[in-house]
């Protein structure tokens, strides 16, 4: 794996390989010492041109943790604010050293392109271009989950995947690069994804992806979803109104009391009891309730820790070239 652009550019095996790999940062990162030096004398660079907390300080730690030397790079405070070009930017990093380059960037395609361009030779992660996607997000909520469902059935996680599983991606699908990696990704894995949204809030051609599109919460909720993941509300990418209030919104999208109560008491679920995401951050009071927030079932936190181990093993495999996903399986 030179770069990791997109979960619909990965083969099974190679999703795999990754969530593999991050089972063995997991228990690097269950020690005292939390470090392994499989990327020592090498430079990543965070290139972070939109706002993050989660994806900038994980990569942060993941790299450190792997003993590379990190330099983090915003656009606040950088040349990019007088209008330097990506292109000078990225080879001004390479010119400093960086080996691989982990790139969050407003512009959907970014990444793509940059890996594409032949600026520069480093390895391209990237950590949110746009509304188009956001592979460590879907990786880390793929190890999320095949941890649950391992952890029920007792078996260990290594080499299994997500057969039977039933996920509900719910809100504002039409912005998120999380569900649009996520829908990619899960599938590819072998659950099944419902996605439960307003109208106003579905992209153009979401008919051709790989997932049942409906425009009722309580019903994707009363079939027997094993996670539901809630999405955040994007306004800063909202020009126009895409539902008459916040309230609205609540009522008809939002995980609040009585519906997080329905869902917990329902059985069905592959699970015990259905398991609560959310990419973060977190629009209490719109999207999802205090009460499902806080509650054991939410998953959030988890998924942050788990996000460490999985870029960790990102950072590895694209920097140590490995073998084991040199193979390119024929995409279907
Ligand atoms: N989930 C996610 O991408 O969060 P940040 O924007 O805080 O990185």
Same mark, same amino acid.
């Given at each position: 794996?030179?770069?990791?652009?997109?979960?619909?550019?990965?083969?099974?095996?190679?999703?795999?390989?990754?969530?593999?790999?991050?089972?063995?940062?997991?228990?690097?990162?269950?020690?005292?010492?939390?470090?392994?030096?499989?990327?020592?004398?090498?430079?990543?660079?965070?290139?972070?041109?939109?706002?993050?907390?989660?994806?900038?300080?994980?990569?942060?730690?993941?790299?450190?943790?792997?003993?590379?030397?990190?330099?983090?790079?915003?656009?606040?405070?950088?040349?990019?604010?007088?209008?330097?070009?990506?292109?000078?930017?990225?080879?001004?990093?390479?010119?400093?050293?960086?080996?691989?380059?982990?790139?969050?960037?407003?512009?959907?395609?970014?990444?793509?392109?940059?890996?594409?361009?032949?600026?520069?030779?480093?390895?391209?992660?990237?950590?949110?271009?746009?509304?188009?996607?956001?592979?460590?997000?879907? @990786? +880390?909520?793929?190890?999320?989950? &095949?941890?649950? !469902? $391992? *952890?029920?059935?007792?078996?260990? #996680?290594? %080499?299994?995947?997500?057969?039977?599983?039933?996920?509900?991606?719910?809100?504002?699908?039409?912005?998120?690069?999380?569900?649009?990696?996520?829908?990619? @990704? +899960?599938?590819?894995?072998?659950? &099944?994804?419902? !996605? $439960? *949204?307003?109208?106003?809030?579905? #992209?153009? %051609?979401?008919?051709?992806?790989?997932?049942?599109?409906?425009?009722?919460?309580?019903?994707?909720?009363?079939?027997?979803?094993?996670?539901?993941?809630? @999405?955040?509300?994007?306004?800063?990418?909202?020009?126009?109104?895409?539902?008459?209030?916040?309230?609205?919104?609540?009522?008809?999208?939002?995980?609040?009391?009585?519906?997080?109560?329905?869902?917990?008491?329902?059985?069905?679920?592959?699970?015990?009891?259905?398991?609560?995401?959310?990419?973060?951050?977190?629009?209490?009071?719109?999207?999802?309730?205090?009460?499902?927030?806080?509650?054991?079932?939410?998953?959030?936190?988890?998924?942050?820790?788990?996000?460490?181990?999985?870029?960790?093993?990102?950072?590895?495999?694209?920097?140590?070239?490995?073998?084991?996903?040199?193979?390119?399986?024929?995409?279907?």
């Amino acid at each position: 794996m030179r770069h990791l652009l997109d979960t619909a550019d990965l083969t099974r095996a190679e999703a795999l390989a990754v969530l593999d790999t991050a089972e063995e940062m997991a228990a690097v990162n269950a020690r005292e010492v939390k470090k392994l030096p499989s990327l020592r004398g090498r430079t990543v660079v965070n290139l972070f041109l939109e706002d993050s907390t989660r994806t900038r300080i994980s990569f942060e730690a993941a790299a450190k943790r792997l003993f590379a030397d990190v330099i983090n790079f915003s656009a606040k405070g950088s040349s990019v604010s007088k209008g330097e070009s990506l292109k000078d930017t990225v080879q001004t990093l390479e010119a400093i050293g960086a080996d691989a380059i982990v790139m969050r960037h407003w512009s959907s395609g970014a990444a793509a392109q940059l890996a594409a361009s032949g600026w520069v030779d480093s390895a391209v992660v990237n950590a949110g271009d746009g509304t188009h996607a956001h592979p460590t997000q879907a @990786l +880390l909520d793929a190890f999320t989950l &095949r941890h649950h !469902l $391992a *952890a029920h059935d007792g078996v260990a #996680p290594t %080499g299994t995947d997500l057969t039977g599983m039933h996920v509900v991606i719910v809100g504002d699908i039409l912005h998120s690069r999380v569900a649009r990696s996520n829908v990619w @990704l +899960l599938t590819l894995l072998g659950a &099944r994804v419902t !996605l $439960a *949204a307003p109208p106003t809030l579905l #992209p153009v %051609g979401v008919a051709s992806w790989p997932a049942r599109v409906t425009y009722s919460l309580d019903e994707a909720l009363a079939d027997a979803p094993d996670a539901v993941m809630m @999405l955040r509300v994007q306004a800063e990418r909202m020009g126009g109104a895409y539902f008459p209030s916040a309230g609205e919104y609540t009522r008809l999208w939002g995980l609040n009391p009585a519906r997080f109560e329905r869902l917990t008491r329902q059985s069905g679920s592959r699970l015990d009891t259905p398991l609560v995401m959310h990419p973060g951050p977190m629009n209490r009071g719109l999207e999802i309730c205090d009460t499902a927030a806080d509650s054991p079932q939410n998953t959030v936190l988890e998924q942050v820790a788990n996000g460490v181990s999985v870029r960790m093993a990102v950072l590895h495999l694209v920097l140590n070239q490995d073998p084991a996903l040199a193979p390119q399986e024929a995409r279907p």
